[in-house]
């Protein structure tokens, strides 16, 4: 200690003085002070030190800086004189700055902290730290962090050496290792002065890990997802990061358990059942992200559709079939109910569309009406075929307004049937007319024949007369992603990681879960569907007990569904078809909220 007893801060001329010609020959300490109950001033040896910013890590909570001056000063013997900044380059002239600081919780209490620059901009080796309770000399009693929900423990600031040691660390070990070779190189646990010696806690460590950047931040995000995943699934009911494999290629698993259930609800139950869409997506940090959607059957919008929601997930490096394996796979190793899915829809990708199959036995196949139309265009154009006349053959296939195409036969028989009633017409209807005809036999008649005919349509869910399937609320969903970073200025100037992406995605399914749950509430997007209105309770939720309040939520999320009704329509030919049906989820239909 320097001096205590005194009622007031000192000056830049009365620093510059202790510093510059007392501090040579006072009591100088070699650590930093920590909870101060007193007025004192301290002189501290920089050189002993880690970092001259830890000079702010005292165990005394949030420091508000309300004031900072700059001055510079020339030491000559004994004596030391403010001179004007041109002088700065002469090796006897110093730069102090003394930076003026009130305790935010403790108003009364202040402290300054003066540092210095020789002429060469290096540290100078003394800085004075001192702290004066206006009101009282008292213990202080520090607030939690200010974005603490559940700790009451008083925040304190960890040091910048620590921080300095945390980013070097998480480049050579595991971040669940980083504490224990911190301890390590301050010495070993009975060396520790402070708490600012050691990180806050492990998120602190995964925090510094998403700011780091270049391409060794690829394996540590996979470290710290692997860590978050270990944690997490220590209470699976509330997991979202669910399984993470490194060979033979990266691939994140990801689903809450109420995700899960809604498979097992929408999706797997004879009586009333939608499609388990599955889209592979665009690239996300090198990563190609892949989810489910489905719709909630309890739940309609405004416009009388059920809403779509995002499924499980998964984060991989590649489109190979083993890496779209592990999306079914892990749902029914997670929850076994979920191999009972009954159709599933894809653009038509077999390295995606196999490996489902496999895994969802009992599922049929739907292929996405808007893919096959743009392959069968491309294939046109690419022959050489007129507008107009494509126009034709395209109508022969998917029908248009008054008239039935290919797609609205009824069985295999109806459409091979139809298929060689039009092998003449298209042959002779443009010169390219046959080799039309034999690519749309060799490559698409079994493919349409077997899932996206109306008898398959009806059989998947989708109605009689059966709307067709499109990939619409998946490329909505796609979009949404996509446009997150539109909506966060500063995400947009952030480097984005996979632990970024998978951070997104767990707000958007909290986001949707919550919304969800507020059609009970008569609030929100959503409303309760006939059949269900017995769990709508308005406003009478507000009075109700913790435990009636959770049983309801228990109650909403996994009732059980009912028959749906069902009408008696007798057998349509396909000439009796007056015009095409309407696309299942049309984009603005989907109800997908935003990306929070």
């Not at 992603?481 to 984005?496: F, L, Q």
């Given at each position: 200690m320097y001096e205590w007893g005194l009622g007031r801060c000192k000056n830049l001329q009365e620093a510059a003085n202790i510093l510059l010609i007392e501090a040579s020959s006072a009591n100088v300490a070699e650590v930093v002070p920590t909870n101060i109950n007193k007025s004192v001033s301290f002189i501290i040896d920089t050189s002993a030190i880690d970092h001259i910013d830890d000079l702010k890590c005292d165990e005394m909570g949030s420091w508000i800086c309300v004031g900072v001056k700059t001055a510079y000063f020339r030491k000559k013997s004994a004596k030391v004189k403010k001179v004007s900044e041109r002088k700065c380059q002469r090796e006897d002239v110093f730069k102090l700055t003394r930076r003026y600081y009130s305790n935010d919780s403790l108003p009364s209490l202040k402290r300054i902290i003066v540092s210095g620059l020789d002429h060469k901009q290096q540290n100078y080796r003394y800085a004075l730290v001192q702290y004066v309770f206006t009101k009282g000399e008292q213990t202080v009693r520090g607030k939690p962090h200010g974005n603490s929900k559940r700790s009451s423990r008083p925040y304190k600031r960890t040091m910048k050496s620590t921080m300095v040691k945390i980013k070097s660390e998480v480049e050579k070990v595991d971040p669940g290792k980083v504490i224990h070779s911190i301890v390590k190189d301050r010495g070993g646990v009975d060396s520790l002065r402070t708490s600012g010696e050691l990180p806050r806690d492990r998120k602190q460590i995964y925090n510094v890990v998403q700011t780091l950047s270049g391409p060794e931040r690829v394996q540590d995000s996979l470290e710290v997802l692997m860590e978050k995943c270990k944690e997490e699934m220590v209470y699976e009911n509330t997991a979202f990061i669910r399984s993470v494999q490194i060979t033979p290629e990266p691939i994140i698993f990801m689903a809450t358990k109420r995700q899960l259930v809604d498979v097992e609800r929408f999706c797997c139950n004879p009586a009333n059942f939608c499609v388990l869409g599955v889209d592979a997506t665009f690239e996300l940090c090198n990563y190609y992200l892949t989810f489910a959607t489905y719709r909630n059957l309890i739940l309609e919008t405004k416009s009388g559709h059920n809403p779509v929601f995002i499924g499980p997930a998964i984060l991989h490096k590649s489109k190979l079939e083993r890496s779209y394996h592990v999306l079914p796979s892990e749902m029914v190793r997670c929850h076994p109910p979920c191999a009972g899915v009954l159709a599933v829809g894809t653009d038509g990708e077999q390295n995606l569309s196999n490996p489902l199959l496999n895994v969802f036995q009992s599922a049929m196949h739907l292929r996405c009406d808007m893919h096959m139309k743009d392959n069968i265009k491309s294939k046109r154009s690419s022959l050489g075929v007129p507008l107009a006349v494509g126009k034709e053959y395209m109508a022969d296939i998917f029908g248009r307004e008054g008239e039935a195409g290919l797609v609205h036969c009824q069985d295999g028989t109806e459409f091979d049937n139809g298929l060689q009633n039009l092998k003449t017409v298209w042959e002779t209807r443009h010169a390219k007319g046959t080799d039309f005809y034999q690519y749309f036999v060799k490559n698409k008649a079994s493919v349409i024949r077997e899932t996206m005919t109306?008898?398959?349509?009806?059989?998947?869910?989708?109605?009689?007369?059966?709307?067709?399937?499109?990939?619409?609320?998946?490329?909505?969903?796609?979009?949404?992603?996509?446009?997150?970073?539109?909506?966060?200025?500063?995400?947009?100037?952030?480097?984005?990681?996979?632990?970024?992406?998978?951070?997104?995605?767990?707000?958007?399914?909290e986001r949707q879960e919550q919304e969800q749950f507020l059609a009970v509430l008569g609030k929100g997007e959503y409303k309760v569907v006939d059949g269900y209105r017995h769990l709508e309770v308005g406003d009478d939720y507000y009075r109700m007990t913790a435990r009636q309040k959770e049983t309801l939520r228990k109650d909403f999320f996994t009732c059980k569904q009912i028959a749906r009704e069902t009408e008696t329509v007798d057998h349509i030919e396909i000439t009796d078809f007056t015009s095409p049906p309407a696309l299942s989820v049309q984009p603005e239909n989907t109800q997908i909220i935003t990306v929070p």
């Open positions: 109306a008898g398959v349509r009806s059989m998947c869910g989708l109605g009689f007369p059966p709307e067709v399937y499109t990939q619409n609320a998946s490329e909505a969903m796609n979009k949404l992603v996509k446009e997150e970073d539109k909506d966060d200025g500063s995400s947009r100037r952030k480097r984005k990681t996979v632990c970024d992406v998978v951070e997104r995605l767990r707000k958007l399914v």
